[in-house]
């Protein structure tokens, strides 16, 4: 028998509350159940842009005593009942039973179908839980913590192009986050900026300076030309934001 899908679609937005289970309570296993080998995104930050569904990967050992239905793990902030996903599939063994199952989920954000708030951005707690044939549920806090971050970009522009050695190369670009509740990217001032170049034939970049955006988030600096190669910036992002590194731009050295 193959495994059966269940996929389950929030209304009302990414930060749903949920009333059925009344808190995440800290500890062991309740009612016969025990949830071993959680593991979220592969302990990586989840990052969201604005217009582009998100699956998570996700992934979690369940042994049972009871008959069960829809087990899951999610995303939660302590103290509450608000829950962060817009829909969650997860896999099941055949027939549901008592027993230990491997169980693997994918939790879906898509910010530009469901509404999100920027200050959605940040750490979340994860649990998981099951609901019983005939009635009731477990849910169990693991201990473990996500972050759930807003995409940041980058561009850039080094001129003039070509120009002599020895003369002066001014590299531009801007830095922006994805802004969840206009749906649109929104200038991230303030950003320290790594400018990275790589010389031609060269496999890898290495950073020469940092600069602070301004309040734009827009970037400039100059460098002196010595020899042709690609320029680009790169920002390592934080735990809001995403990092990103942006195309690189190359200037031929005559």
């Avoid at 369940?62 to 239905?69: A, I, L």
Wanted: charged fraction near 20%.
């Amino acid at each position: 028998m193959g495994q059966q899908v269940w996929r389950v679609v929030v209304a009302g937005g990414a930060a749903a509350v949920f009333t059925a289970v009344a808190a995440v309570p800290a500890g062991a296993a309740e009612g016969g159940v025990s949830f071993t080998r959680v593991q979220v995104n592969g302990g990586k930050p989840i990052v969201i842009g604005t217009s582009k569904e998100v699956a998570v990967p996700a992934s979690f050992r369940m042994t049972t005593e009871r008959r069960w239905k829809w087990p899951a793990v999610f995303l939660y902030r302590s103290g509450t009942d608000e829950r962060l996903w817009h829909a969650i599939e997860t896999s099941d063994c055949p027939g549901s039973g008592p027993g230990v199952c491997d169980i693997n989920e994918r939790m879906f954000f898509d910010p530009s179908v469901w509404s999100m708030r920027n200050s959605d951005a940040g750490a979340w707690k994860v649990a998981a839980e099951v609901y019983f044939e005939g009635g009731g549920a477990d849910v169990d806090d693991k201990g473990l913590t996500a972050y759930v971050k807003r995409n940041s970009r980058l561009t850039v522009n080094a001129s003039p192009e070509p120009v002599s050695k020895g003369r002066t190369i001014t590299v531009t670009g801007k830095v922006t986050r994805a802004d969840w509740e206009t749906r649109k990217y929104a200038s991230y001032g303030g950003r320290t900026v790594s400018l990275q170049y790589k010389p031609a034939g060269a496999a890898s970049y290495t950073t020469v300076k940092k600069v602070l955006a301004n309040s734009s988030g827009n970037l400039k600096t100059t460098v002196t030309a010595s020899k042709t190669g690609t320029w680009r910036w790169a920002y390592y992002g934080n735990t809001t934001t995403g990092p990103s590194m942006s195309s690189g731009d190359n200037v031929v050295v005559k």
